[in-house]
């Protein structure tokens, strides 16, 4: 079909059927956690607002939506569903109920359409006169009855659609086939059978809802649109992907609808977006579709020269003169409008109680293979067998072990890591309240995964190959665990897989599940996923408070993003009268943490689009790489042994002074940018945007640490052999592939958060980047930084406190109190050798307060570093603590006595050297240790220090570390296996354990 006839036809259509209107709307259609009565309300509020017309009830976790759609709706339930179609009316939106009957309906079956008949005619007695039968997501194959009745899949769904369509009295009506995007038509779209069926058979008044070339579309061509038209016989409903988020729990999607040409307007019978599951993540995605829908024009297609480059260049107040016209499309502009008008949403005051939980699914355990297959996702069949094709071009291949770096391994985990019900749910049950699939009568039972098979290699490279073309992959997985129980599990339970494709036992199953994490992998595995972005707009930096002096070749604004976050204490938000009436200072805070147009243009360009970063999101990565790259020039500059003074520096070295202070800066605006979301007054955005804040912060804890080790130019000249990484944004063809398009973005999870994470030079770190997510919003963070001499006291104390706690747990404190001239004594045996010797291989963390919290220290040679001990620091400790001490000395209890005598035949005695069998795997030797209390509230400190302290290790050319801990102390041996560390020798003439692991 040429493109004036399509063009022609579209408005033919429209002509033809003035009732028939462009459908613009919203399709609540992921999985996971349903939006609630409330929230759909205010839903089509604003949807009456921006001009939309349409909404489609279809949440797939919803408790008699999919699962359980034979059941009618209680009383309790028709009341509020009645209110939402009432709502919606009254808002002049078309409330379409979707029903998914598919996983287990038998199609010829008379009782069986009849039960739907019933269904629906219930929902049409609440007022409803619009509907849809979604058939995505499902197995393609008939039952045995059904194919005795019809001769193809296709068949079966027309007939019943067809029936119920009549038996409707012929209302407002939706479909959505089973082939709903074209990498899914088989063979493609004008060869399916199945769509060609459709387009035949399926009553013409009936629209046909379809996603475009994927199922997450980064484009949608004209062209694509005339073709599937064609054989659909009629122009399809666009369900649009692009801001969907349900497949990825490290991302929301804030950027702003791009992608698809107003032109295409005239082709389509509609667009609905099925957004974020986050509702109050939702403004942009939905104000800037209203903005489209409206426009014409394309400013791509405005001038010669691109507006995008116009717009990404020039000052946000200052937009082209031929982008303000209001038939013409720019997303650039589309968002300055929507955050402008989202702005004072952040304001109204709202409450949201218990604490903070995605709204994704949460899955038990990460399943860390390519090709990934989510445990849940948009409009993504969990079941269906890919025939892979040979594809005659030649590709770059790469192990699919490597490319585990590209599961999902941060996701945010639950309280407790119990198996994990079926997240189906019940949001009709009252206004505000979700009820799980725990309080549901007949809960869904699990799904596991079970066979799959993989490919030793796949392409990745900037040809583009389809991810899932690669040679023998099999991803048919996920089969019912009985008859009785749907076909489909909207979560599954993931496994860890080796190479090849088995399942293994988690070897350190015990404390890793004490941890909470998502995925108690081996050290074995690889570190963080993938995704990407990019658009540019200027934000003022904002300037932040002092809260340490860092000993640093560098000066340093601290809003040291390199921070981390605690937990509230409390079990739900205080409401803001309550907050003011207990904080004095509440009025000043609230002045200083306001959120302004610049805090939400960098909160859009950190979480922007599914194939895209914002500016400042590339600009954190690229100021990152860089600076690791050019670290060098510091020790050039140490070398030359040139002054101290900032007027001697060479121009490279000062022009890595100011970006690192730059790169502080941006990491220190996201910190603050953090605090300002946890103390806004609208929780309820709080609560869905704080995790995804909490979380980049985190990555950015790291690398800002990272980059301040740096400045000490400890590390050798040829580092950056160490430090580059196997798989990152900056590798050949990766950013490349992501931003083509060509794969699914849940191929590359993580987003931003990923690419941040994956930038520090450790590999095999799966583990250290999984923290417990808090519980409430907090502003209170813990921050990393190098030691500094000044930190002794305090590290020493910490050492003393944290083992006695461990190795004295039923003594009262008052009886620990340890004598002025011993009061060292610990910390002395434990890590003052290591502070002392070895300075630049020590990383602290600190609170708001500039007091230190926990410690991770090494020595890159155990050997060597055992021969200094004996020289340099036994002599003196000999000469401190002599053994005269072994006497029972009046100045200390007899609790403690056991406790000196330890630590004195420690340093009178013959340094046990460390077996070959360890030294020659792990040659590093590590001490860490955190407060307790500062655990509890963050969980994830230890592993953050860890994090940057194996960075530094790995930039000397170390790539394994070991602690040595005596086989009696418990607490110890436990503390350093939730680290992600794992025995790899015992000595059982000394009674101690070597744990060890790579990175």
């Known amino acids: 079909m040429k493109m004036e006839d399509g063009a022609a036809a579209a408005v033919e259509h429209t002509t033809n059927d003035q009732q028939r209107q462009f459908i613009c709307g919203v399709i609540e259609g992921f999985y996971g956690r349903p939006w609630t009565t409330e929230q759909r309300k205010d839903l089509f509020r604003k949807l009456k607002k921006l001009g939309m017309d349409s909404y489609m009830y279809g ?22 569903l009645s209110s939402l179609i009432a709502a919606a009316k009254e808002a002049g939106i078309v409330f379409y109920y979707a029903l998914s009957p598919g996983l287990d309906m038998t199609y010829s079956s008379q009782k069986e359409i009849a039960t739907l008949k019933r269904k629906l005619d219930q929902v049409s007695q609440f007022g409803c006169e619009a509907y849809a039968l979604l058939f995505d997501d499902i197995e393609s194959e008939l039952s045995k009855a059904d194919k005795e009745v019809f001769q193809t899949f296709a068949n079966a769904q027309v007939s019943v659609t067809n029936e119920i369509y009549t038996h409707l009295s012929c209302p407002k009506f939706l479909f959505c086939p089973t082939q709903y995007c074209a990498s899914r038509a088989v063979p493609n779209v004008v060869d399916s059978e199945y769509l060609n069926t459709l387009g035949c058979k399926l009553n013409n008044e009936i629209d046909i809802l379809w996603t475009g070339d994927k199922v997450i579309s980064k484009i949608i061509t004209i062209e694509s649109i005339q073709e599937i038209t064609e054989v659909i016989r009629r122009p399809p409903v666009i369900w649009d992907n692009l801001h969907a988020n349900d497949y990825d729990q490290k991302r929301v999607f804030l950027g702003p609808y791009t992608g698809r040409a107003p032109e295409l307007i005239p082709y389509l019978r509609g667009v609905m977006t099925n957004p974020n599951c986050e509702f109050y993540g939702n403004f942009i995605a939905i104000h800037t579709l209203a903005s489209w829908s409206r426009c014409s024009m394309d400013s791509k297609m405005n001038s010669s020269v691109s507006a995008d480059i116009k717009l990404e260049t020039e000052n946000e107040d200052e937009l082209p003169v031929e ?108 206004p505000t309240k979700v009820v799980t699939n725990d309080d549901i009568l007949n809960p869904i039972p699990n799904a596991v995964a079970s066979s799959i098979e993989l490919p030793e290699k796949i392409p990745i490279s900037i040809v583009p190959v389809p991810i899932m073309e690669a040679k023998g992959v099999d991803c048919t997985i996920f089969d019912p665990p009985n008859e009785s129980a749907p076909k489909e599990s909207p979560v599954l339970e993931d496994i860890v897989l080796d190479e090849k494709g088995e399942q293994q036992p988690n070897p350190n199953e015990d404390t890793m599940l004490e941890e909470n994490s998502l995925s108690p992998l081996s050290a074995g595995l690889n570190e963080p996923m993938e ?56 009025k000043s805070i609230d002045v200083e943490n306001k959120m302004t147009i610049d805090d939400l243009y960098l909160l859009c360009d950190l979480f922007y689009l599914p194939f895209e970063h914002g500016s400042r999101g590339l600009k954190l990565l690229s100021e990152f790489q860089w600076l690791k790259t050019n670290a060098t020039v510091l020790l050039q500059e140490r070398a030359a042994g040139s002054g101290d003074g900032v007027k001697n520096l060479k121009p490279e070295i000062s022009e890595w002074l100011q970006r690192s202070d730059i790169f502080d800066k941006l990491c ?84 931003l958060i ?39 006291q305090q590290i020493s104390n910490i050492c003393t406190r944290v083992y006695m706690q461990w190795n004295m747990p039923t003594v009262e404190k008052d009886q620990l109190r ?50 200094d001990v004996d020289v340099c620091w036994l002599p003196e400790m000999r000469e401190k603590y002599s053994k005269a001490l072994l006497e029972n000395d009046a100045e200390h209890s007899t609790t403690l006595q056991p406790l000196v005598a330890q630590f004195v035949e420690m340093f009178h005695s013959t340094i046990v ?62 503390f350093y296996a939730r680290i992600g560390f794992m025995e790899v020798y015992r000595d059982e003439s000394n009674k101690r354990v070597y744990l060890g692991r790579r990175f």
């Open 59 to 80: 949440p797939k976790d919803d408790y008699k939506h999919r699962a359980y759609w034979r059941e009618l709706y209680t009383v309790e339930e028709a009341d509020h």
């Open 323 to 430: 982008c303000l016209s209001k038939n013409i499309y720019h997303p650039r502009l589309a968002l300055k409008n929507a955050i402008n008008e989202w702005l004072p949403e952040f304001f109204k005051i709202k409450e949201a109680f218990g604490p903070i939980t995605k709204p994704q699914p949460q899955v038990e355990m990460v399943m860390p293979i390519i090709p990934i297959i989510p445990s849940i996702n948009t409009c993504m069949s969990l079941t269906t067998t890919t025939t892979t094709t040979t594809n005659t071009r030649t590709v770059p291949e790469v192990n699919t072990t490597q490319l585990q770096a590209l599961a999902d391994i941060c996701s945010t985990v639950s309280s407790a890591m119990a198996p994990i019900s079926n997240p189906v749910m019940n949001s009709l049950v009252s």
């Open 531 to 586: 995704c990407s972005s990019s658009i540019n707009s200027q934000v003022s930096p904002k300037q932040t408070k002092l809260v340490s002096d860092d000993v640093v070749m560098m000066e340093e604004s601290t809003n040291d993003l390199n921070t981390m976050h605690v937990e509230s204490t409390s079990s739900s938000p205080l409401s803001n009268a309550e907050m003011r009436e207990d904080d004095p200072e509440a």
């Open 668 to 751: 220190g605006n996201v910190q603050q940018l953090l605090v300002k979301i946890a103390n806004c007054e609208n929780k309820e955005i709080c609560h869905d945007l704080y995790s995804y804040v909490w979380d980049i912060s985190g990555a950015l804890s790291l690398l800002n640490c990272y980059i301040k080790w740096l400045a000490l130019g400890q590390f050798p000249q040829n580092s950056a052999a160490y430090t580059e990484g196997s798989y990152t944004w900056f590798s050949k063809g990766w950013k490349e592939a992501f931003m083509s398009g060509d794969q699914e973005p849940w191929v590359f999870r993580g987003g």
């Open 754 to 792: 990923a690419d941040l994470q994956r930038l520090m030079p450790v590999d095999s770190g799966n583990d250290l980047f999984i923290y417990k997510l808090p519980e409430q919003a907090t502003p209170n963070y813990h921050m990393l930084r190098p030691y500094n001499i000044a930190d002794e």
């Open 818 to 867: 340890l004598p002025t001239h011993l009061s060292d004594i610990v910390a002395d045996g434990l890590v003052g050798a290591h502070i002392t010797l070895h300075p630049e291989l020590c990383i602290v963390a600190f609170d708001k307060n500039d007091t230190i919290v926990g410690y991770a220290c090494a020595a890159l040679d155990v050997n060597k570093f055992q021969r």
């Open 913 to 974: 050297s460390c077996p070959c069998e360890v030294s020659n795997s792990f040659p590093a030797v590590l001490s860490a240790a955190t407060l307790q209390q500062a655990e509890q509230l963050d969980n994830g400190i230890a592993k953050r220090l860890l994090t940057v302290l194996l960075g530094a290790l790995r930039a000397n050319g170390c790539f394994g570390v070991h602690v040595c801990v005596p086989e009696q102390d418990a607490e110890q041996l436990g």
